[in-house]
Antibody
Framework: QVQLQESGPGLVKPSETLSLTCTVS????????WSWIRQPPGKGLEWIGYIYHSGSTNHNPSLRSRVTISADTSKNQFSLKLRSVTAADTAVYYCARHGREANKFDHWGQGTLVTVSS | DIQMTQSPSSLSASVGDRVTITCRASQSISSYLNWYQQQPGKAPKLLIY???SLQSGVPSRFSGSGSGTDFALTISSLQPEDFATYYC??????????FGPGTKVDIK
């Protein structure tokens, strides 16, 4: 059974870079797509971007290229960096696996809350 | 970007009720429509993919229908564990993947 676990600082200062890692077990990140999604407190879901097993990436244009997604296949991990954060970036951040039929997001991490505050 | 809307935004229902949530895309997305359930404090869980296919392990009281721009999620007989927020998602045109705003189902 594939499992995903997010890790990283729970508190980031404004204007700094948010960095999170998703560790995948029970399956290889060398297949499928791997995404980051976030959810501000009390609000809906926003897709941030993905990395494909080939290393290609894509991200939400709304984030104005503040996003970098990378992968370390030797550790079976992929990572998110979000630069120049503001309070609006405070959210629960999820990692997820997707692909196959209708690009379904079939495995998710439990999520990690990141608060942007000085 | 393809915009997703859902209705209603919330509803109150009783155990045993039949519940239908609708989702509309701003342009045709064929059947690239998935449904998720989110319990408070939990990650979303995939229920339906490709508009009408039931994800493995999901109870058969959940069903999906539609194609093009109009879709529906139906719960045939609401159970206590079904009180949650439901999201639709389109993956037809990326980027970005977009989600509906959610429908909260609570107890009447």
């Amino acid at each position: 059974q594939v499992q995903l676990q997010e890790s990283g600082p729970g508190l980031v200062k404004p204007s700094e870079t948010l960095s999170l890692t998703c560790t995948v077990s029970g399956g290889s990140i060398s297949t499928y797509y791997w995404s980051w999604i976030r959810q501000p407190p009390g609000k809906g879901l926003e897709w941030i971007g993905y990395i494909y097993h080939s290393g290609s990436t894509n991200h939400n244009p709304s984030l104005r290229s503040r996003v970098t997604i990378s992968a370390d296949t030797s550790k079976n991990q992929f990572s998110l960096k979000l630069r120049s954060v503001t309070a609006a970036d405070t959210a629960v951040y999820y990692c997820a696996r997707h692909g196959r039929e209708a690009n379904k997001f079939d495995h998710w991490g439990q999520g990690t809350l990141v608060t942007v505050s000085s | 970007d393809i915009q997703m809307t859902q209705s209603p935004s919330s509803l109150s229902a009783s155990v045993g009720d039949r519940v239908t949530i609708t989702c509309r895309a701003s342009q045709s997305i064929s059947s690239y429509l998935n449904w998720y359930q989110q319990q408070p404090g939990k990650a979303p869980k995939l229920l339906i993919y490709a508009a009408s296919s039931l994800q493995s392990g999901v109870p058969s009281r959940f069903s999906g229908s539609g194609s093009g721009t109009d879709f529906a999620l139906t719960i045939s007989s609401l159970q206590p564990e079904d009180f949650a927020t439901y999201y639709c998602q389109q993956t037809y045109s990326i980027p970005p993947v977009t989600f509906g705003p959610g429908t909260k189902v609570d107890i009447k």
